[in-house]
Structure formats: C-alpha cells, structure tokens
C-alpha cells in the first residue's frame, strides 16, 4: 500500500491550495481515505474524508466549507481543495487510508492512527 501526498506549498492568506494523494498497491474503492494535518506543537487532526464510495464525507469544523475532499476513482487519487486559507492552516498535511471496508469514524479520534499513510506535505500559509 502506497500514498504519495503533494501539492503543499507557501501561500497568501485568503488563497488556495489543492492538495493531492495518489495511491497504489490496494483496491482503492474499499478503503476510505482522507487528510489528516499537525501543526507545529499541535496533536495531529483529521481534517476531511471520504467514503469508499464517495457518498459521505467528513469536515472538521475547523474546515469546514474552505475545503473540499473528491475522489478519483479512473486515477485511484484523492484531492482537497483548499480556499480561503488562514495562517492557522500552516500544517504538515497527510493523506491517510482505511481499510478494507474502513469508514470514516477514526476522522473524528484525537491521535487517530489510520491504516496506511503517506508522507506529509508542508502547507505554509503566510498572514
């Protein structure tokens, strides 16, 4: 199982980023995946993600309708679309899989330790 997060980079408050997570090694539509991000002295947090098909999503509060999470299905990647991003989105964010037949539940847990993860990807957001 292999996720590869990229898409992390330095941007102004108040723009965007879109973040993505290829996949390989599994059968992508029976796990589900998502975002997770820790900031500098934070505990990390899951952010955002999505069911194995798609059909429900999860937002922390804290992200909720600045992001938005979409699958790949032909292309086994998830994307999140950052916008109106605030200093306090400065994170190592990283792409994270459940599975198989995971949900989204352990989205919501402090310190959740998911299946499978990739690298994280830095996001810088200045102010």
């Known amino acids: 199982v292999q996720l590869q997060a990229s898409g992390g980079g330095l941007v102004q408050a108040g723009g965007s980023l879109r973040l993505s997570c290829a996949t390989s090694g599994f059968t992508f539509d029976d796990y589900a995946i998502g975002w997770f991000r820790q900031a500098p002295g934070k505990e990390r947090e899951g952010i955002s993600c999505m069911s194995r098909d798609g059909g429900k999503t999860y937002y922390a509060d804290s992200v909720k309708g600045r992001f938005t999470i979409s699958r790949d299905k032909a292309k086994s990647a998830v994307h999140l679309q950052m916008n109106s991003l605030k200093p306090d989105d400065t994170a190592v964010y990283f792409c994270?899989?459940?599975?198989?037949?995971?949900?989204?539940?352990?989205?919501?847990?402090?310190?959740?330790?998911?299946?499978?993860w990739g690298q994280g990807t830095l996001v810088t957001v200045s102010s």
């Open positions: 994270a899989a459940d599975g198989p037949y995971g949900g989204c539940g352990g989205w919501r847990i402090k310190r959740y330790d998911a299946d499978h």
